[in-house]
């Protein structure tokens, strides 16, 4: 099946997203200007230097990260990437002993990884730091969207989006600020009193700022938030540049923390990344083994939530499923099965639903695309069509085991079941049912499905039992693309086929029932008629696993009530699909770091 397979001429096409784009012409001397703006995105003259004299030095780099194990840095107009790249060759070559650099920046109006590469060929003193950023260029769908540097021990979070929005959405604190918008003249809304204000609500004790202009309007702005402002001589053709402080110190580097996470299904395995990410080194806490309860069946979707409306409930889900495919697809990519998957109609209501889906600018441009109903019925093998569907070019199927492996990397958990937490003074102690000590951490984050409740009684969270059937081969070979419908059908490791699933709210048993054999074969019949009809029950594997589920199907990820304590829970049946990104929102939160995820898009437990 492919993307630009003909639709039948009675289906109309939906709408389609409008994607913000830079958009650019070409100097003779090769560099790009603006048509919105009707302004250059860096000195002609040598925008690297002016980029150094006036970002850089301007916010008093590398002194000012000495001796801090993490700095960050925000930047109004990513632009080209100059001022990023830029930054991280300089703190490739000056970063502190153990340090991390998390950079934030804002563009609405994107380019292309093609155009920055362009831009940025004129320094090619510049080209291996600027390859890794190229390699990894963020997206032009609506929201956040994280580029790993693990190279460099750096992370940049660009928001797609205005200014004033992205800010507000923000939850870091800049120690330093590239103030880099077009000209006050020709974009006054990037040097507003709100988004000024945003910068100002958005400083670390201490922290700098630095821009070329020194407009009037500018000036005063900066200093009625609170700014010491002094003008600077400037580079290049611009006689002066501004230097602005904001009040206070920069706070010393606290002693690193230890962290205890509780739970080494999908959950936990994210936590572990995540932290490591950040540069702690979690402790994992397993009552059985990696994956043992509701992570452990032979194949997952990693699938987003549909949910027509395009409010924050659809953003999050996007967000995280975006979040999802990167991270997978670079640090375990030995753990994907299949690439692209189908949603298949499953209600008469489904067709216009996906329309407005497809139209929506949360996932990027080519991500989603309709099918008809022929397309559906020769994309599963199926005689005849039934309904269309919505193709998911993005969306894999993984091997839970792998993935989990991947992501834990080597850490072989501590097997105990947490029965109690105690906590003294700033410490949390964590004990077995007989009483003994388990552990000992400043942070504890709980990520054991349902179980979570056991310690902090208060969680909406429910019981929704789930029972999977799969084949292996020569039962049946899988012979179509994945495919979700309420139920859904995917290739397993050896070519089998895993499908699925029961939903029993409330139900805690974990007994293998033929019963369900038969619900499940009947569900596969409502999208696959063709693959049931070859299959037996009496040859079907089965699993049986007990997942968490919140009364909103939102999962709770934030705090848990008590300083140091964390949960993430209430993964539902998307559990592949949101843990990575939300334990990076929960490791944030527990190390004080910018979380990827902006403020408005919070889940529960937060």
Not at 258 to 272: E, N
Not at 294 to 312: F, I, K, Q, W
Not at 331 to 360: C, K, M, N, Y
Not at 547 to 575: K, S
């Amino acid at each position: 099946m492919t993307d630009d397979a003909p639709r039948p001429a009675e289906q109309a096409e939906p709408a389609q997203a409008q994607f913000a784009q830079a958009d650019l012409e070409w100097g003779e001397d090769g560099a790009p200007r603006s048509r919105r703006f009707g302004d250059v995105y860096y000195s002609l003259a040598d925008g690297l230097a002016e980029s150094r004299a006036v970002y850089l030095h301007g916010c008093g780099l590398p002194e000012a990260w000495r001796g801090r194990t993490r700095f960050v840095a925000g930047e109004l107009g990513f632009g080209s990437g100059l001022n990023i790249v830029a930054l991280l060759d300089l703190w490739a070559r000056e970063r502190p002993p153990g340090g991390r650099l998390q950079v934030f920046s804002v563009e609405a109006f994107p380019m292309s990884a093609a155009e920055a590469a362009r831009a940025l060929d004129a320094w090619p003193e510049l080209a291996a730091t600027a390859r890794l950023l190229l390699d990894r260029w963020p997206g032009r769908a609506r929201g956040f969207h994280r580029v790993d540097l693990p190279e460099l021990d750096a992370v940049l979070d660009v928001a797609v989006m205005d200014a004033a929005e992205a800010l507000a959405a923000w939850d870091g604190a800049a120690d330093a600020w590239f103030l880099d918008g077009f000209s006050p003249a020709l974009n006054p809304g990037m040097w507003s009193d709100e988004v000024l204000a945003l910068v100002a609500a958005r400083s670390a004790p201490g922290a700098r700022a630095a821009t070329f202009t020194v407009a009037g309007a500018v000036r005063r702005g900066l200093a009625a938030q609170g700014f010491a402002v002094d003008k600077r001589p400037g580079h290049g053709r611009k006689r002066e540049r501004l230097e602005a402080v904001w009040p206070g110190e920069a706070a010393a580097p606290a002693a690193p923390a230890r962290v205890a996470v509780v739970g080494a299904g999908i959950a936990g395995a994210s936590l572990v990344r995540a932290f490591r990410a950040l540069g702690a080194a979690p402790l994992a806490i397993e009552a059985e083994h990696p994956g043992a309860g509701a992570s452990g069946n032979p194949a997952a979707l990693v699938t987003p939530r549909l949910d027509a409306g395009g409010g924050r409930v659809a953003a999050l889900f996007a967000h995280a499923f975006r979040r999802a495919v990167d991270l997978i697809s670079r640090t375990a990519p030995q753990a994907v099965i299949a690439r692209g998957v189908l949603q298949v109609e499953a209600a008469d209501r489904d067709a216009s639903r996906f329309d407005r889906v497809a139209a929506s600018d949360l996932f990027e441009p080519g991500a989603l695309a309709r099918r008809s109903p022929a397309e559906v019925a020769a994309a599963l093998g199926e005689v005849e069509g039934g309904r269309g569907g919505l193709w998911f070019a993005d969306a894999l199927v993984v091997e839970p085991a792998r993935l989990i492996a991947a992501w834990l990397d080597g850490i072989a958990p501590v097997r105990a079941r947490v029965a109690r937490l105690e906590r003294d003074g700033g410490v949390w102690r964590l004990f077995d049912a007989a009483g003994a000590l388990v552990a000992e951490a400043e942070i504890v984050c709980l990520a054991g499905g349902l179980a979570t409740r056991d310690l902090v009684p208060d969680l909406p969270l429910s019981p929704v039992r789930g029972q999977v059937a799969w084949t292996a081969p020569p039962t049946a070979a899988f012979d179509g693309v994945p495919a979700a419908w309420g139920g859904y059908a995917a290739p397993t490791r050896d070519g089998g086929v895993l499908f699925g699933a029961t939903h029993d709210r409330g139900d805690l048993g974990l007994d293998r029932r033929p019963a369900d054999d038969r619900r499940n074969l009947a569900l596969l019949a409502k999208a696959r008629p063709a693959l049931a009809r070859t299959l037996d029950e009496a040859f079907l594997e089965a699993r049986v696993g007990v997942r968490a589920a919140t009364p909103g199907h939102v999962p709770l990820a934030g705090t848990a009530g008590e300083p140091g304590l964390f949960v993430l829970a209430g993964l539902g049946g998307r559990g592949f699909s949101t843990a990575p990104l939300l334990a990076e929102h929960v490791a944030a939160l527990a190390l004080g770091a910018p979380s990827p995820l902006p403020r408005g898009l919070s889940p529960a437990g937060d």
